[in-house]
């Protein structure tokens, strides 16, 4: 197997919500297991998410976890997760991906040429979609 570069977001509590929204909106096969699945039972919220990962039909894996409590969990704007290509699908993407969030940036056509958006989600993820427009 190559290697893989994958997003794994960090949530404070709500990592099962968060990955199970992304499952409703991406489509896809959706593994997770809790700290006290995964022999951790020291931890004050055991049945918090220790890993989870979605692989989508279409070739997308994103993760999550719910940061243990030693951790400081600082949800912020460094980091965003973009989704590209020519395919339409990406605006479905984009709408439901909104739904409880904020749009930051309407996806529509931008001065490069293709049709582009950003939204901050529920959950305070941001997400950046770029639809590839071909002359």
Same mark, same amino acid.
């Given at each position: 197997?190559?290697?893989?570069?994958? $997003?794994?977001?960090?949530? /404070?509590?709500? +990592?099962?919500?968060?990955?199970?929204?992304?499952? @409703?909106?991406? *489509?896809?096969?959706?593994?997770?297991?809790?700290?006290?699945?995964?022999?951790?039972?020291?931890?004050?919220?055991?049945?918090?998410?220790?890993?989870?990962?979605?692989?989508?039909?279409?070739?997308?894996?994103?993760?999550?976890?719910?940061?243990?409590?030693?951790? $400081?969990?600082?949800?912020? /704007?460094?980091? +965003?997760?973009?989704?590209?290509?020519?395919?339409? @699908?990406?605006? *479905?993407?984009?709408?439901?991906?909104?739904?409880?969030?904020?749009?930051?940036?309407?996806?529509?056509?931008?001065?490069?040429?293709?049709?582009?958006?950003?939204?901050?989600?529920?959950?305070?993820?941001?997400?950046?979609?770029?639809?590839?427009?071909?002359?």
């Amino acid at each position: 197997m190559a290697s893989q570069l994958n $997003p794994c977001l960090a949530f /404070n509590g709500n +990592a099962r919500q968060a990955i199970e929204f992304y499952r @409703a909106v991406l *489509g896809g096969e959706l593994e997770m297991g809790t700290y006290a699945e995964y022999g951790s039972p020291d931890v004050s919220h055991p049945d918090n998410i220790m890993h989870a990962t979605l692989r989508t039909p279409d070739g997308y894996t994103l993760m999550a976890w719910d940061v243990r409590e030693e951790m $400081p969990h600082t949800p912020g /704007n460094n980091v +965003a997760v973009f989704l590209g290509g020519d395919d339409a @699908a990406l605006r *479905g993407y984009f709408e439901r991906l909104s739904v409880g969030g904020t749009v930051t940036l309407p996806l529509e056509k931008q001065s490069w040429g293709d049709e582009a958006g950003s939204l901050v989600d529920q959950f305070g993820i941001t997400w950046m979609v770029n639809i590839t427009q071909h002359s």
